[in-house]
T-cell receptor, first 117, second 114 residues
């Protein structure tokens, strides 16, 4: 299997604080991880592509200083929402791609529901 | 122009019928195509991947790809109420290029009526 674990599943934080979300590939090494945001009744919007050992590539319109991505190892990527505000409340989902398979299939974590109050 | 387009639905089919979901994409460099299923409040689950023109069957699911028409579809045979979900079409460009990322369509909501 290809299991991706995301933690926490949900978090409530106060406006102005920072929140860190972890994405781990449990049974495979992932050179590439993707971070998405999904608002209610909308599709997944790609925020950034994270490659192990290098800087993340952010999509147009995504503030890299607000959404800090670290991909320090082949099994872990983190997304930190800095100085969160209510408009950052959303469902954040990561996905991971297996290393050295030549496949572009990506497997999703269970998502993190962030509520900023 | 949106990169990946789908009819938002909802698409309603009776139990046992064939559900047909369609998707078009705009970027001709796209090389990998996926169908994901997403239940409300959950993350997407990969159903099918297809890389070459033609049909690919897996159980009750058949994916069809036509690169010339930039069109990909998913057929669900013998639809079950448990198939009721949002189906997301996704595409990926060539690996190790700036197009190497999974882009999702808006999704089609499917409702299978018992």
């Amino acid at each position: 299997g290809a299991v991706v674990s995301q933690h926490p599943s949900w978090v409530i934080c106060k406006s102005g604080t920072s929140v860190k979300i972890e994405c781990r590939s449990l049974d495979f090494q992932a050179t590439t991880m993707f971070w998405y945001r999904q608002f209610p009744k909308q599709s997944l919007m790609l925020m950034a592509t994270s490659n192990e050992g290098s800087k993340a590539t952010y999509e147009q319109g995504v503030e890299k200083d607000k959404f800090l991505i670290n991909h320090a190892s082949l099994t872990l990527s983190t997304l930190t929402v800095t100085s969160a505000h209510p408009e950052d409340s959303s469902f954040y989902i990561c996905s991971a791609r297996r290393r050295n398979t030549g496949s572009t299939e990506a497997f999703f974590g269970q998502g993190t529901r962030l509520t900023v109050v | 122009q949106k990169e990946v387009e789908q009819n938002s639905g909802p698409l309603s089919v009776p139990e046992g019928a064939i559900a047909s979901l369609n998707c078009t994409y705009s970027d001709r460099v796209s090389q990998s195509f996926f169908w994901y299923r997403q239940y409300s409040g959950k993350s997407p689950e990969l159903i099918m991947s297809i890389y070459s023109n033609g049909d690919k069957e897996d159980g009750r699911f058949t994916a069809q790809l036509n690169k010339a028409s930039q069109y990909v579809s998913l057929l669900i045979r013998d639809s079950q109420p448990s198939d009721s979900a949002t189906y997301l079409c996704a595409v990926n460009g060539p690996m190790e290029t700036s197009y190497d990322k999974v882009i999702f369509g808006p999704g089609t909501s499917l409702s299978v009526i018992p």
